[in-house]
């Protein structure tokens, strides 16, 4: 990463089913990022925290009721757009935004952001467990972070929200690694979609580094770079226990390092990567910070850590 990367932490869990995940952008620091972005040759410079309302401030079901069931959706909308901005100007300004999670609907505003001056739009790899194409007419749960695919797609409701519905992003430059988790609703309309899934079946069968070569090639097709998100429970739990929504059977820890490597290498060499989020670190739930500690080494890695 030739350029300076700029970290930003947004310590919101509005979005999520359980609490905590917002103390993840201070866990993630604790654990070393500053340290490991220079060994890896990078100018790391900490922008802070963008403010984020306490729940216990707020009503989560305080929203006009042609919005559906989407919990504290005024508050993740304002969190949102002052990320969309902040992303923005960071690209602006040269440097290269890594975005410290809070819950994932806060890829909202970090794609958004990234878009922004995209031309023809940015590609999207969603490293994760779960889907995330949820709407408010279709969640079993209201949480936001079951939606934040879904929210910058423009499906259901999202559709007429202007602070969701990135026009930068295609379904068909949009690509999923190692999901392994969908509701019904969801697994109808990625099959429908022109969203490729790579499962954790194509995983198993064909190696991770086959998948991520394809979804790199994809993702790069006629865009104008890449946006990385990465949540933490794309990980088998025995591998990052630290997070809200655990799925067992995800990606090892060498799988894991080999798919960000992979992106670091094909941004050395055509200056892909636009940005990065790392989200759903929770350290109530983790064991002595170790999720936390992976989520330093592997976005490292994505920002040129090598072992040689």
């Known amino acids: 990463m030739s350029r300076p990367v700029r970290i930003v932490g947004v310590p919101m869990d509005l979005g999520a089913n359980r609490r905590g995940v917002d103390m993840g952008p201070s866990a993630i620091r604790y654990a070393g990022l500053a340290d490991e972005l220079e060994a890896a040759g990078v100018e790391p410079v900490d922008a802070g925290d963008l403010f984020v309302p306490s729940p216990e401030e707020r009503d989560p079901d305080a929203r006009p009721p042609e919005r559906g069931d989407a919990k504290y959706l005024r508050e993740i909308e304002a969190v949102c757009t002052r990320l969309d901005d902040r ?169 894991a390092h080999t798919a960000l490597e992979a992106i670091s290498r094909r941004d050395e060499r055509d200056d892909i990567l636009r940005s990065i989020d790392v989200v759903e670190v929770n350290p109530i739930l983790d064991e002595a910070n170790e999720t936390a500690s992976l989520a330093v080494e592997l976005a490292a890695s994505a920002l040129g850590k090598r072992i040689l």
């Open 87 to 255: 992303v923005a100007e960071i690209i602006e300004d040269g440097a290269f935004p890594l975005v410290l999670g809070g819950d994932h609907s806060l890829s909202i505003g970090t794609i958004r952001g990234s878009a922004r001056e995209a031309d023809p739009g940015v590609g999207v790899l969603w490293f994760d467990a779960h889907a995330d194409r949820n709407t408010p007419e279709t969640s079993p749960s209201g949480n936001v972070h079951g939606m934040g695919l879904g929210a910058v797609l423009g499906e259901g409701i999202f559709a007429d929200l202007e602070w969701a519905h990135t026009a930068g992003v295609r379904e068909e430059s949009t690509v999923y690694v190692g999901l392994r988790s969908l509701d019904g609703e969801e697994r109808e309309r990625v099959r429908d979609s022109d969203v490729t899934a790579f499962t954790m079946g194509d995983i198993d069968e064909r190696g991770i580094a086959a998948v991520v070569e394809d979804a790199l090639a994809i993702a790069t097709d006629d865009t104008d770079g890449v946006h990385v998100s990465l949540d933490l429970d794309w990980l088998d739990p025995r591998t990052a226990p630290g997070v809200g929504t655990p799925v067992r059977g995800g990606v090892t820890y060498r799988e």
